[in-house]
């Protein structure tokens, strides 16, 4: 009886002190906030470890290399050889020819792997990557939607998977912002949603640390950071 007690403490323990640890884990998350667990769980499995100063930023937009090196990991995939000296080119060069995206998309030259990556192309990415067999109802999903017209085309079928399994919701206005950029808490969350689907929840590939990530997390021009204080739980 006494043993099953003190085993009982010790989990209680455990459980109080989970909240502090993926607040500790970086200086601008607070347990409290929305993405809090998401972002914690994909630091404790090497996904993501964010910038050399210890932060997160997750109001930040996350630009194309960002999100498909982390759903890179979660995928296990491995570099592919490339001509260009951008940090990412090698992940970017092996998701390009995995299919997870076209060449206009994001063309291999690089000019786009720096920029903010459309909600429409990331979910697209996503699901082709981790999710490629799910799909969804056009009339179902599609009425979930109040600014389907907005969508392109060519994101239908998997915007809307994604919004059959759960991956992505909307906001409180019911509209999905294709064409809008995600912040990198909005993409983790995402991200996660699709790789607990997809039972990869352990990392084939380790992300580097952020101090040896030279160039993947440059330090963003003050403008595009976002106070965390204004952001709500965003659904994408």
Known sequence: MKRN???????FLLLLCLPATIAA????V???DWFAADVGDMTAEGLICGYPDGTFRPGRTITAAEFVSIVGRC???EPAASSSSHWAAGTMQAALEAGWYDWDELPPTGEKY???LPRQLAVNILMRALLPDKTGDYVTESAKMADFSALDGRYYNKVLAAYSCGVVAGDDQGRFNPKSGLTRAEACTIIRRAQVLSGQETPAIAAPTAAGRKGECPS???ASLTSTATMTPMTV
Request: zero cysteines; aromatic letters at 8%; glycine letters at 8%.
């Open 25 to 28: 884990a970086f200086s601008d």
């Open 114 to 116: 720096d920029l903010p």
């Open 220 to 222: 963003p021009p003050k």
């Open 30 to 32: 607070k347990s409290s």
């Open 5 to 11: 007690l003190n085993i009982f403490l010790l989990l």
């Open 75 to 77: 995928g296990g995939l």
